[in-house]
């Protein structure tokens, strides 16, 4: 089974609109952190935005914050106020503590298209 | 600073070549990961490097050959490369605690490709 699920493999969006990109996780680990990583054409894979599994609070950063559901298992990027320069591949992976690796798990990763 | 520089940028080689990539990082980091990404797809894992010494290995064929001279730089050394070995290749580093927050930061990545 899917570590980390991303059902969407391509979005588009409208400048200045929001948007949320799905991320659906499954651990049986009660441990475990959730990463959102964005990768433009240039190929870097830029760090985002983290949340913990034992943090109360959603995770934001900027425009950037984590619609966090862990009952559902859930942990969705919404990106408010989209720019043109958000348009790139959108990663979510998770670290689990179980099994001692702490490796990251990837998902295959949303394409974002912000439309002008 | 948050920064993992990698050169080449783009690298062109022949499948007799022998090349290596670099990977330096300034953050005082002790975990450095080497990982290979085709078009489209999430990144794949191929070697960790935990306070300079090999950890994980997954299970990369021989011609990628890694190597930590210290704990700021990481190589990847090629040899007798194949076709579909042609991708980008990025490094990351972190803290390198065993922690759930312990946090990949990547370099920009080296776009290989080879004929």
Redesign the interface.
Known sequence: AQKITQTQPGMFVQEKEAVTLDCTYDTSDPSYGLFWYKQPSSGEMIFLIYQGSYDQQNATEGRYSLNFQKARKSANLVISASQLGDSAMYFCAMREAEGGSYIPTFGRGTSLIVHP | D?EVTQTPKHLVMGMTNKKSLKCEQHMGHRAMYWYKQKA????E?MF?YSYEKLS?NESVPSRFSPECPNSSLLNLHLHALQPEDSA?Y?C?SSQGE????????????T?LTVL
């Open positions: 948050t489209k797809k999430p990144p894992l960790v994980i980008l990025l990351a065993q922690v759930i927050t312990d946090t990949q930061y990547f370099g920009p990545g776009r």
